[in-house]
T-cell receptor, first 114, second 112 residues
Framework: AQSVAQPEDQVNVAEGNPLTVKCTYS??????LFWYVQYPNRGLQFLLK??????LVKGSYGFEAEFNKSQTSFHLKKPSALVSDSALYFC????????????FGAGTTVTVRA | DADVTQTPRNRITKTGKRIMLECSQTKGHDRMYWYRQDPGLGLRLIYY???????NKGEISDGYSVSRQAQAKFSLSLESAIPNQTALYFC???????????FGPGTRLTVL
C-alpha cells in the first residue's frame, strides 16, 4: 500500500530564512505526490503536485518541491519564509489503484517567527 | 474554499445521539469525499463517492454512513455518536482533470 511520512511534527524558522518541510513516500509504481496547506480554521488548500517531468515543481505562494526518486522524498521548500506561511502542511500520495484517492501524512506545523 | 460548504461548522452532542453533517458543492465535480482529522494522525478517509449511485468505504467507515442525495450534496451520518468520534470533519471534491482535491472549511464535532 502507498504511504507518506512526515518525519517532523514541527518546523520553526525565522522570517526571511529558507523553509523546508520533509516528506518521504512509499509506493509501488510511479508516485503521484501532492502538498496541501491548512491555515487556522480553514480547510486544506492545494499547493502543488508531482506527476511526471521535472523534479523541481513550482506551486502556489512561492513554494516549490523537489522530487528525489533515489531517496523517495518530496520535500517542500520556500527560499524566504514569511510569517503568513505559518500553517499546517500535509504531504499526500495517490492511491495505487484509484487515481482520485489520496493518503495523507500526519502533517507538519510550520511556525515562522518575525 | 467557498465552492465547498459544510454545515454545521461546529456541533456539540451527547453519546448515543444521531448526527448528520452536510456538504454541498458548486464545482460540478462527480467525486466527493469525507475525511476526519485528528491531531498527529493527518486526514483519514471515511467514505467517498464517484457519483450518486456509487458509494465506497474508506479506511475508517465503521460507525459512519453516508448519503449522496445529488451530484452536489454528500452527507455524513453518525448513527450513534461516541466520544472517540470527536474530531474535525472535512468534505472534499475532486477534479478529474488535475487530480486536485478541494476542501470545505470543516465541521468541528464534539461528542460528550
Amino acid at each position: 500500500a502507498q504511504s507518506v511520512a512526515q518525519p517532523e511534527d514541527q518546523v520553526n524558522v525565522a522570517e526571511g530564512n529558507p523553509l523546508t518541510v520533509k516528506c518521504t513516500y512509499s509506493v509501488s509504481g510511479n508516485p503521484y505526490l501532492f502538498w496541501y496547506v491548512q491555515y487556522p480554521n480553514r480547510g486544506l488548500q492545494f499547493l502543488l503536485k508531482y506527476i511526471t517531468g521535472d523534479n523541481l515543481v513550482k506551486g502556489s505562494y512561492g513554494f516549490e518541491a523537489e522530487f528525489n526518486k533515489s531517496q523517495t522524498s518530496f520535500h517542500l521548500k520556500k527560499p524566504s519564509a514569511l510569517v503568513s506561511d505559518s500553517a499546517l502542511y500535509f504531504c499526500a500520495v495517490r492511491d495505487t489503484f484509484d487515481d482520485y484517492k489520496l493518503s495523507f501524512g500526519a502533517g507538519t506545523t510550520v511556525t515562522v517567527r518575525a | 474554499d467557498a465552492d465547498v460548504t459544510q454545515t454545521p461548522r461546529n456541533r456539540i452532542t451527547k453519546t448515543g445521539k444521531r448526527i448528520m453533517l452536510e456538504c454541498s458543492q458548486t464545482k460540478g465535480h462527480d467525486r466527493m469525499y469525507w475525511y476526519r482529522q485528528d491531531p498527529g494522525l493527518g486526514l483519514r478517509l471515511i467514505y467517498y463517492s464517484f457519483d450518486v449511485k456509487d458509494i465506497n468505504k474508506g479506511e475508517i467507515s465503521d460507525g459512519y454512513s453516508v448519503s449522496r442525495q445529488a451530484q452536489a450534496k454528500f452527507s455524513l451520518s453518525l448513527e450513534s455518536a461516541i466520544p472517540n468520534q470527536t474530531a474535525l470533519y472535512f468534505c472534499a471534491t475532486s477534479d478529474g482533470d488535475t487530480l486536485k482535491q478541494f476542501f470545505g472549511p470543516g465541521t468541528r464535532l464534539t461528542v460528550l
